[in-house]
Nanobody, 124 residues
């Protein structure tokens, strides 16, 4: 049974920081692609950042230089460090294993990869 659980969301003021964590069980962590996605009200499911099995990383243009994705392989954890948060970063954030590398209509209804339940980030 594959399970991904996100944590670390919350409410912060603009300019603040949060670190999201995603823990995975029932899934081979090492050698997999991992990603953080987000979906705000009325918006598409956006690829925020992905790290692939060859350790390459990529970021959405809107978060580049502010967000950092990292992994702790022995602990089966994926992190998203978010600095200098802006109101437009407000969304539900999801982690996914082997998720898509493109934006889509819905994170919740994605048929690709394994997804967590999401964690809310609100920036005011």
């Amino acid at each position: 049974h594959v399970q991904l659980v996100e944590s670390g969301g919350g409410s912060v003021q603009a300019g603040g920081s949060l670190r999201l964590s995603c823990t995975a069980s029932g899934f081979r962590f090492a050698g997999s692609d991992w990603g953080w996605y987000r979906q705000g009200p009325g918006r598409k499911c956006e690829v925020v950042s992905r790290t692939t099995s060859d350790s390459s990383t990529n970021y959405a243009g809107s978060v580049k230089g502010r967000f950092t994705i990292s992994q702790d392989v022995p602990k089966n954890l994926v992190y998203l460090q978010m600095n200098d948060l802006k109101p437009e970063d407000t969304a539900v954030y999801y982690c996914a294993a082997e998720g898509p590398s493109w934006d889509s209509d819905s994170c919740v209804n994605s048929e690709i990869g394994y997804w967590g339940q999401g964690t809310q980030v609100t920036v005011s």
